[in-house]
């Protein structure tokens, strides 16, 4: 017998970046490798999918996808933008459960996919230019007003869904953030707290929009020490998005398929 017939290993890709989802072939590829438990196509279901929903919206929220360097949080991510932004690719996922949780929303978004890298612009600046940017390449022309001249964001954030909502109609429009806390434990505190400010104005007009958002985080925000001067803010801030944790028995489970299949 040879080791071939007892083994199959499966090369794993230790970095994913969220942006390689944009390349549709990539997309593909993706969510074909992405390999998920039963227990976590119920976790994703519950606490990520079910605040995507564009009908019967009651209260959704921002989703917050909590997981530690190599625990597949990008590739998770970009399994769910790529089957939100293209039905045909619903098919290749590997979890049934997941197939049938994920069908109301596949096709149904168009999807903006932002990685924060080393910058000292404010949280504001970033996901607005890249919003700009975005609809710009749709032929769809908005420009935020500036922050000095503002009293909330929410009202430039809904009236950029109305310009939205004139070229594609019912569809939503999902913004994906990767690398979010290595970004915020750089920032001061007064900056920070207007960086949670504009994320629980995001979070906001989530349930009157159809304005969907994620980001992946390394750890837990609203428990996190390394936050207690601006706990306050974060409170305001925590009634507004859903927490979804990756948990230990979901990495192992990956591991026991994709490196021990046989």
Do not use: C, W
């Not at 625990?71 to 590997?94: F, N, Q």
């Not at 939205?164 to 690398?179: M, N, S």
């Not at 960086?195 to 929009?209: A, C, N, P, Q, Y």
């Amino acid at each position: 017998m040879k080791y071939s017939e007892l083994i199959q290993f499966d090369p794993i890709v230790t970095v994913i970046e969220l942006k390689s989802a944009d390349d549709s072939a990539k997309a593909k590829e993706l969510v074909r490798s992405y390999v998920m438990s039963d227990n976590m196509a119920d976790l994703v279901s519950a606490k990520i999918l079910s605040q995507l929903g564009l009908t019967d919206v009651v209260d959704n929220k921002g989703v917050l996808l909590v997981g530690n360097y190599g625990t597949g949080k990008s590739h998770l991510m970009s399994v769910i933008s790529a089957i939100a932004a293209d039905s045909s690719y619903l098919e290749l996922a590997r979890n049934e459960k997941f197939r049938t949780a994920a069908k109301p929303i596949a096709g149904n978004f168009e999807v903006l996919r932002i990685e924060i890298g080393s910058t000292e612009a404010s949280l504001r600046t970033i996901i607005t230019n890249n919003i700009e940017q975005d609809l710009a390449r749709r032929g769809i022309i908005f420009k935020f007003p500036d922050v000095g001249n503002i009293t909330n964001n929410k009202d430039a954030l809904v009236a950029m869904m109305a310009a939205f909502a004139e070229k594609y109609g019912a569809k939503g429009y999902l913004i994906i953030v990767d690398e979010l806390l290595d970004y915020l434990k750089g920032r001061k505190d007064n900056e920070l707290m207007q960086d949670i400010g504009f994320m629980r104005e995001l979070g906001e007009i989530v349930k009157s929009t159809k304005l969907r958002f994620i980001s992946g985080i390394q750890e837990v925000l609203f428990e996190n020490p390394t936050f207690h001067n601006v706990s306050n803010s974060l409170l305001k801030m925590k009634d507004r998005y859903e927490q979804a944790l990756i948990r230990t028995e979901d990495i192992a489970f990956v591991v026991k398929q994709r490196i021990l299949h046989k």
